[in-house]
T-cell receptor, first 115, second 115 residues
Framework: AQSVAQPEDQVNVAEGNPLTVKCTYSVSGNPYLFWYVQYPNRGLQFLLKYITGDNLVKGSYGFEAEFNKSQTSFHLKKPSALVSDSALYFCAVRDFYTNAGKSTFGDGTTLTVKP | DVKVTQSSRYLVKRTGEKVFLECVQDMDHENMFWYRQDPGLGLRLIYFSYDVKMKEKGDIPEGYSVSREKKERFSLILESASTNQTSMYLC??????????????FGPGTRLTVL
């Protein structure tokens, strides 16, 4: 079985400050981890994914995420937040035994960046 | 770019009506998915399909059925709509059933209200 947790419903940061959106996971085998972003009244857009290799993954719009196997975490980060980053962020996980690419999604974290 | 389209952005139906939600993808993807999104509950998988005429139940299939007669089209059917099916419905697709690393591509969503 696989599961993912986003412990914070809401994250507030000031524009220009670094941001972190947290995600922890649980899988049977090796994890495959994804971050998606949802802007108001839109579908989800892919940001980045971790499959294997370098623990620091770079993605779209200046976002990056760090895979930490010992802490079973995959936190999303950005060095300098923009007001336009305000959105709903979802972490998702799959493991090697999951067929058809089925993902388990977290409940989402609302990021608000204030000017 | 992959494009996933959904037939309606907003839909209002009455209790007991039969409701069809249509999804079309243009990249020859094998997998297609239907999720519902509710505040605080994240995305929950209703059904998915990994080939024409093939389908599998997701986490919350009760009250729903699906149809996939052509590879590019995946329909979600509410046989008798109820108020607790008021939600945002998201369609997604991904390339291949045996590639767990594939990204999912999402449509814009259909916000369904059942009165």
């Amino acid at each position: 079985a696989q599961s993912v947790a986003q412990p914070e419903d809401q994250v507030n940061v000031a524009e220009g400050n670094p941001l972190t959106v947290k995600c922890t996971y649980s899988v049977s085998g090796n994890p495959y981890l994804f971050w998606y972003v949802q802007y108001p009244n839109r579908g989800l857009q892919f940001l980045l994914k971790y499959i294997t290799g370098d623990n620091l993954v770079k993605g779209s719009y200046g976002f990056e995420a760090e895979f930490n196997k010992s802490q079973t975490s995959f936190h999303l980060k950005k060095p300098s937040a923009l007001v336009s980053d305000s959105a709903l962020y979802f972490c998702a996980v799959r493991d090697f035994y999951t067929n058809a690419g089925k993902s388990t999604f977290g409940d989402g974290t609302t990021l608000t960046v204030k000017p | 770019d992959v494009k996933v389209t959904q037939s309606s952005r907003y839909l209002v139906k009455r209790t007991g009506e039969k409701v069809f939600l249509e999804c079309v993808q243009d990249m020859d993807h094998e997998n297609m998915f239907w999720y519902r999104q509710d505040p605080g509950l994240g995305l929950r998988l209703i059904y998915f399909s990994y080939d024409v005429k093939m389908k599998e139940k997701g986490d919350i299939p009760e009250g729903y059925s699906v149809s996939r007669e052509k590879k590019e089209r995946f329909s979600l059917i509410l046989e008798s709509a109820s108020t607790n099916q008021t939600s945002m419905y998201l369609c997604a697709s991904s390339l291949s059933w045996d590639r767990v690393t594939d990204t999912q591509y999402f449509g814009p969503g259909t916000r369904l209200t059942v009165l």
